[in-house]
């Protein structure tokens, strides 16, 4: 069995949303799904340790843009991974990442970005979102090459779209396949 970490932290609910669409794709195809947060905000929450990386056979990672970049929660985590960089235990495992912004142009782009940076230096295999999921082309919200991404507008509505909710799972599935094919 595949299992696959769908790391977040979600402010208003959104990055939460896309976590649980990204989820259902995984366990839809048989995966063994842990989520995770970085700080316990509510009852069902379940914090990140070092050994769900090592354990894990993939990564789903995704926070709201801050101005770009990752959520502060997320970086402060990255920050205390050394020790597992210096072992090698993330090498080869497929990764993907996702944001959500409040505007079109709210930097998920730089953010995806900012994302797959611990991700890379760890070794991890980046997976982005091919232009044959078809709401690639189509979206007129979230949705990226680089990864899935929500516009959540100035309301904050963590409602996904139709589009996003099928790039989350497309992105999902996809995760799914590699990690089956590494594994």
Not at 7 to 33: K, N, Q, R, T
Not at 110 to 138: I, Q
Request: hydrophobic share 40%.
């Amino acid at each position: 069995m595949v299992t696959v970490v769908v790391l977040y932290h979600s402010s208003h609910g959104s990055v939460e949303a896309m976590a649980h669409e990204i989820s259902d794709a995984l366990e839809f195809h048989g995966a063994d799904v842990k989520l995770r947060t970085f700080e316990k905000k509510r009852e069902h929450d379940q914090i990140i340790s070092k050994s769900d990386l090592i354990e894990c056979d993939a990564l789903a990672f995704g926070t709201p843009t801050r101005f770009g970049m990752m959520a502060a929660q997320a970086k402060t985590f990255w920050e205390t991974t050394s020790d597992i960089w210096l072992k090698g235990q993330l090498i080869d495992k497929p990764a993907c990442v996702f944001s959500s912004s409040s505007s079109m142009h709210g930097g998920n782009e730089a953010t995806l970005l900012n994302l797959s940076l611990p991700l890379l230096h760890h070794g991890m295999m980046l997976l982005g979102v091919p232009y044959d999921v078809p709401e690639l082309l189509s979206t007129r919200s979230g949705g990226t090459p680089y990864g899935a991404t929500h516009v959540a507008g100035s309301d904050n509505s963590n409602e996904l779209s139709e589009c996003e909710k099928r790039i989350c799972r497309a992105v999902g599935t996809r995760l799914f396949n590699i990690a089956s094919k590494l594994k």
